[in-house]
C-alpha cells in the first residue's frame, strides 16, 4: 500500500445511489471530512469473506465502533454504485455503513490497494483492508496479505485495537 500512517487521503471520486436511487458522486475527502471514519477496502460485493465476514462483521459490531467514537463507516469496493446499494440491501447495512463504489479504482489505485484477480475472474480489485481516518488524515490501516483473508481488518481484531 503506497498510503502511510499520517497521510493525508487522496482526493477521488466514488460514486454512491442516493435515496431516489441517482447515481452521485462525493469526494472521499469530502466524506471522510472532520469525521472518525472507518474505510473498509473490499475485493467485491457478493464475494464470498466480504459477505460472509468483512462487512456483517462491521454491521454487527456497529454500537462497538460507535463507542470507540467512530462517527462514520465507509464500505468501498470496485464495483459501480447500483451493485454497491444492492449489496448493502442484502447485507441490511441501513444508515450504518455507507456503500460507495469506486468502478475505475482511482481511490484504490490512489492510495495503493489495486490487487489483480484475473485468474479468479474478478479483473484489477482492491485488497482487503480496514483503515482508521480522523479529518481524513491515515492513523491505522490492517492491509491483508491475501484478499481471501479477513483476520487484521476484521471488526473484531480492528475495533479492540483502535
Not at 119 to 130: E, M
Request: overall charge positive; aromatic content about 8%; glycine content about 8%.
Amino acid at each position: 500500500m503506497k498510503i502511510k500512517i499520517g497521510d493525508k487521503l487522496p482526493s477521488s471520486e466514488l460514486f454512491y445511489l442516493d435515496e431516489s436511487n441517482n447515481v452521485k458522486k462525493i469526494d472521499i475527502l469530502d466524506l471522510c471530512g472532520n469525521h472518525k471514519t472507518i474505510i473498509l477496502g473490499m475485493p467485491g460485493a457478493f464475494t464470498k469473506t466480504c459477505s460472509a465476514l468483512h462487512l456483517p462483521g462491521y454491521i454487527k459490531n456497529y454500537d462497538l465502533a460507535l463507542k470507540k467514537g467512530i462517527s462514520k463507516i465507509i464500505c468501498i469496493a470496485v464495483n459501480d454504485p447500483n451493485v454497491m446499494r444492492a449489496w448493502g440491501v442484502n447485507q441490511n447495512v441501513g444508515n450504518r455503513i455507507f456503500m460507495a463504489g469506486d468502478p475505475f479504482f482511482k481511490f484504490t489505485k490512489a492510495i495503493g490497494a489495486e490487487v489483480d484477480k484475473t485468474d479468479k475472474g474478478l479483473g484489477i480489485r482492491s485488497n482487503r483492508y480496514t483503515m482508521l481516518v480522523v479529518n481524513s488524515q491515515l492513523e491505522k490501516v490492517e492491509e491483508e496479505k491475501e484478499t481471501a483473508n479477513c483476520e487484521l481488518s476484521s471488526a473484531e481484531s480492528f475495533l479492540n485495537s483502535i
